[in-house]
Nanobody
Framework: QVQVVESGGGLVQPGGSLRLSCTVS????????MAWYRQPPGKERELVAG???????NYAESVKGRFTISRDNAKNTVSLQMNSLKPEDTAVYYC???????????????WGQGTQVTVSS
């Protein structure tokens, strides 16, 4: 059983910073790419930032230069440092992990429960 748990959301003023963390735990064979998605109120879920196990990153245009994704492969964690936050960054943020649960199996997407980030004065 694979569990994905996020933490670190909250309320922050415009221009402020927050750091989200996500831990993948349980029994699995290989953890591949990890990513952060977000779903603003009334909108579709969108990719914010992704990071492969080899260290390749990709970011949504709207967060480039403000957000940084990083991971600790030894701890199976991924973090999202968010700086210069704007009201339009308000959303539920979800951690996504691409995991192969068994030796020789294909990989599957696992999702966390989401953490609310609200940027408001």
């Amino acid at each position: 059983q694979v569990q994905v748990v996020e933490s670190g959301g909250g309320l922050v003023q415009p221009g402020g910073s927050l750091r989200l963390s996500c831990t993948v735990s349980g029994s699995f064979f290989t953890l591949y790419a990890m990513a952060w998605y977000r779903q603003p109120p009334g909108k579709e879920r969108e990719l914010v930032a992704g990071l492969t196990s080899g260290g390749t990153t990709n970011y949504a245009e709207s967060v480039k230069g403000r957000f940084t994704i990083s991971r600790d492969n030894a701890k199976n964690t991924v973090s999202l440092q968010m700086n210069s936050l704007k009201p339009e960054d308000t959303a539920v943020y979800y951690c996504n992990a691409d995991v192969a649960p068994f030796i020789g199996s294909k990989s599957y997407d696992y999702w966390g429960q989401g953490t609310q980030v609200t940027v408001s004065s």
